[in-house]
């Protein structure tokens, strides 16, 4: 279901672009589209933990690291979207976007910052690294808010989704935070130690 859900935006939005049943601006409409799915993909990997927690429903953690590599996917159609479509690879008109324009240098910074965490997705990489493996991956977080802060930057005016979407990644964060400090306040006490009398 994931597979089929992660491959049908793609799919019919080649599907729509030869056919041109797109609009009236089709290459807009492909960066658009596989954006919001990107991001939604991205807040739904983050979700697990969370939903995990809240639910103990210990299963939902299997669906994890395809999620998530469905947003860096779809992350990746969306740049090359843009790069290819959108600026039929001037390499300098992108670097110049980058550097300039709010949007695409944040968009960019969490393509950035999801690409290490595609590659150290497998089991491998997760056994090199141990307790770091956690610690690189929490970026996922950061890119999210990225995602959020490039999506509300580049729509302008019509900010219900990207507002939504950060709503989202609020909570998700505060659940976090609460188990981690429940977490913390768990543990116990190591006891005093006492001073020997003088």
Same mark, same amino acid.
């Given at each position: 279901?994931?597979?089929?859900?992660?491959?049908? *935006?793609?799919?019919?939005?080649?599907?729509?672009?030869?056919? &041109?049943?797109?609009?009236?601006?089709?290459?807009?409409?492909?960066?658009?589209?596989?954006?919001?799915?990107?991001?939604?993909?991205?807040?739904? /990997?983050?979700?697990?933990? *969370?939903?995990?927690?809240?639910? &103990?429903?210990?299963? #939902?953690?299997?669906?994890?690291?395809?999620?998530?590599?469905?947003?860096? !996917?779809?992350?990746?159609?969306?740049?090359?979207? !843009?790069?290819?479509?959108?600026?039929?690879?001037?390499?300098? !008109?992108?670097?110049e976007d980058v550097l300039e324009?709010?949007?695409?240098?944040? &968009?960019?910074?969490?393509?950035?910052?999801?690409?290490?965490? /595609?590659?150290?997705?497998?089991?491998?990489?997760?056994?090199?690294?141990?307790?770091?493996?956690?610690?690189?991956?929490?970026?996922?977080? #950061?890119?999210?808010?990225?995602?959020?802060?490039?999506?509300?930057?580049? #729509?302008?005016?019509?900010?219900?989704w990207p507002l939504a979407a950060?709503?989202?990644?609020?909570?998700?964060?505060?659940?976090?935070?609460?188990?981690?400090?429940?977490?913390?306040r768990a543990r116990p006490r190591?006891?005093?130690?006492?001073?020997?009398?003088?």
């Amino acid at each position: 279901m994931i597979w089929l859900v992660g491959l049908a *935006p793609t799919a019919w939005l080649a599907a729509g672009f030869l056919r &041109g049943t797109l609009g009236a601006n089709p290459i807009e409409k492909v960066i658009l589209v596989q954006g919001r799915w990107a991001l939604g993909f991205l807040l739904a /990997a983050i979700a697990v933990t *969370p939903v995990r927690r809240l639910t &103990g429903w210990n299963p #939902v953690v299997k669906l994890r690291r395809l999620v998530g590599l469905f947003a860096f !996917y779809h992350v990746c159609v969306h740049f090359l979207a !843009y790069v290819g479509l959108d600026q039929f690879f001037a390499l300098g !008109y992108i670097l110049e976007d980058v550097l300039e324009r709010r949007y695409i240098t944040a &968009g960019f910074t969490a393509l950035v910052l999801l690409t290490p965490l /595609a590659v150290t997705s497998t089991k491998g990489w997760i056994r090199r690294l141990g307790k770091r493996w956690r610690q690189l991956h929490r970026l996922a977080y #950061v890119a999210a808010a990225l995602g959020v802060l490039h999506f509300f930057w580049k #729509v302008r005016a019509d900010t219900f989704w990207p507002l939504a979407a950060a709503l989202l990644l609020a909570a998700l964060f505060a659940v976090r935070i609460v188990h981690a400090v429940s977490k913390k306040r768990a543990r116990p006490r190591k006891p005093a130690r006492r001073r020997p009398a003088v």
